[in-house]
């Protein structure tokens, strides 16, 4: 098809398909047969038509040199820019000789393309990614409540007592009564708190104290007075044995240091 608009000067003959938009672009190829009867430069643009924007149409090429009844193929590519308004578009192709372009020229019959509605954007997964910081957020909370309660300054104590187990040696008529010691350290992140200590076995004894009734802070210690005191005078030595218990606020419970002695009727010590 074409439409010729003065004499005989070109035949413009349309895209023997129809235009269809993929991806926002299409191509039509035309072809301009030079019906002049003498040699010329063709000059081919593109008109849009109507609301139609110039911008989006681009021609290769743009001149052709054409002998008698010679023809050249102009390919026009169309680009359409996303959120362009669903509708009906047109343009016409013109070919005109370049020597005499008022009078040597014709326009092609209406190209027309379909602009389909943009397909709406899902909408933003805004539950998922709201149910998603929800668990970041407890997942963090729980974090921070763990090492507060485990490493952090709301954790327990930790309580480090030496020796862990105590030996006063060997009482006598002359000697009844022996003392040691026990250390007390606090090795954790808050203040220890000791609350009292008790003694198991009837020759052991003590609890004299700089610890019970003060805070101890993170690396201090205390020390807690242990006695063995003979309750019999045998006449060869007796092992006897007690514990030393204490309570405090540090984690595991209240701790044991078993205590262990002898006691014998005779200065001498086995």
């Avoid at 993170?218 to 005078?233: D, E, K, M, P």
Wanted: charged content about 10%; proline content about 9%.
């Amino acid at each position: 098809m074409s439409l010729r608009t003065s004499g005989t000067a070109f035949e413009v003959v349309m895209p023997s398909a129809p235009v269809v938009l993929s991806a926002g672009q299409a191509r039509a190829l035309f072809t301009a047969v030079n019906s002049t009867g003498r040699p010329v430069r063709a000059a081919a643009n593109v008109e849009p038509v109507g609301q139609t924007p110039a911008r989006w149409f681009s021609l290769a090429p743009p001149l052709a040199e054409l002998a008698p009844g010679a023809s050249a193929g102009f390919a026009v590519t169309i680009t359409v820019p996303a959120g362009t308004a669903a509708g009906q578009y047109s343009c016409q192709l013109m070919v005109a000789a370049q020597d005499n372009p008022d009078d040597d020229y014709a326009v092609s019959d209406l190209v027309t393309f379909e602009v389909a509605a943009e397909k709406p954007k899902p909408p933003f997964p805004w539950l998922l990614v709201g149910g998603i910081a929800a668990g970041a957020v407890v997942v963090v909370v729980a974090g921070i409540l763990v090492w507060l309660f485990t490493i952090g300054p709301l954790s327990a104590p930790d309580m480090g007592v030496s020796p862990s187990a105590l030996d006063l040696g060997t009482v006598n008529q002359f000697a009844p009564t022996d003392v040691g010691a026990v250390t007390i350290t606090n090795n954790g992140p808050t203040d220890l708190k000791i609350s009292s200590f008790q003694f198991t076995g009837a020759n052991f004894g003590g609890g004299k104290s700089n610890c019970v009734g003060a805070a101890i802070h993170t690396g201090q210690r205390c020390s807690v007075l242990v006695t063995l005191t003979a309750t019999a005078f045998p006449p060869s030595p007796q092992p006897v044995s007690g514990t030393l218990v204490i309570t405090s606020n540090a984690k595991g419970g209240p701790r044991t240091v078993p205590l262990t002695g002898r006691q014998v009727n005779s200065i001498i010590i086995f």
